[in-house]
């Protein structure tokens, strides 16, 4: 894949894709779901355990109200979970209820529809500048990204407790500069992607430790596991994918043909990578098998 994505264009890439799926008729659903276009700002995609897709939309930057989270339904369809949000990015799914950080607020949003705000602006601590990725850890407590501005200020990461108390568990004094995608990586332990920096960092939740474990990915964005325990990382600002087999591995480059490859997931299957290029408006599947 690597060779053939460095000589086609983006566009060929996709009708690559598409036929290579569709040679294999269990995967007729996906010829459908292969590339999803017309999609205003995607920034996140997150898998249901039933084939589901939800995918958030920012609309335009800074204007509230046109935000969304679009559903990809198993026959191919898609719908408007939920409109009027503001600028949506990080969306995870923890006992089939859907999280989102939108901008300054974090929501939940039931998977027919309903959405709650648990945090305004004004409930978190510090301030919340640019909210990003959306984490659960599996007792239920939800951490938060902040990219802060261009400079980093604001920048963190929030902790909303299963108690509903919310705290700033690293602050803009951090090495890190922009955090950005966040993956738990065991008990106590998140790795942090630093779209300021292009590094990938573990952060050590009780003693507030920070190890550096990896660098170069650009305008590190998403992060995700697979099944087999490799990691993969995009990269916002040069429209790359890179895969792991450890955190603190030599990346190797997968995909690089999007505009702006933002929050990554997986799909239910393992098979797929989901990446909302942005700027390109589209969510593709990208093969990982
Ligand atoms: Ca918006
Ligand atoms: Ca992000």
């Not at 408007?80 to 859907?98: M, R, S, Y």
């Not at 325990?229 to 429209?239: K, P, V």
Request: charged fraction near 20%; proline fraction near 4%.
């Amino acid at each position: 894949m690597q060779m053939i994505t460095k000589f086609m264009s983006g566009t060929a890439l996709l009708v690559l894709f598409t036929l290579q799926i569709a040679a294999a008729a269990e995967y007729s659903v996906k010829v459908e779901l292969a590339a999803m276009s017309g999609l205003m700002m995607p920034e996140s995609a997150v898998a249901h355990p039933d084939g589901r897709v939800f995918v958030t939309e920012i609309g335009e930057f800074g204007v509230d109200g046109d935000g969304k989270v679009t559903v990809l339904n198993l026959d191919g369809s898609s719908e408007p979970l939920v409109t009027g949000l503001n600028d949506p990015k990080g969306i995870a799914l923890f006992e089939n209820q859907l999280y989102v950080a939108d901008n300054d607020r974090l929501l939940r949003i039931s998977l027919d529809g309903r959405k709650d705000i648990l945090a305004t602006a004004q409930d978190f601590p510090g301030t919340p500048q640019f909210l990003n990725d959306v984490e659960i850890d599996g007792l239920g407590n939800i951490y938060i990204s902040d990219s802060g501005d261009d400079d980093g200020k604001h920048g963190g990461i929030y902790r909303y407790s299963v108690e509903g108390v919310i705290e700033e568990i690293l602050t803009d004094a951090s090495a890190i500069k922009r955090p950005n995608g966040l993956l738990m990586d065991g008990v106590g332990q998140l790795l942090v992607a630093d779209f300021g920096t292009g590094k990938l960092f573990r952060f050590d939740i009780d003693s507030g430790n920070l190890t550096a474990l990896n660098q170069g990915f650009g305008g590190a964005d998403g992060l995700v596991r697979d099944s087999y325990g490799f990691l993969y990382i995009s990269d916002w600002a040069n429209g790359k994918v890179w895969q792991l087999v450890d955190p603190r591995s030599t990346p190797r480059l997968i995909a690089d043909h999007y505009e702006s490859a933002a929050d990554i997931g997986i799909s239910a299957d393992g098979r797929f990578l989901l990446v909302p290029d942005m700027k390109a408006g589209t969510l593709e599947f990208l093969p990982i098998r």
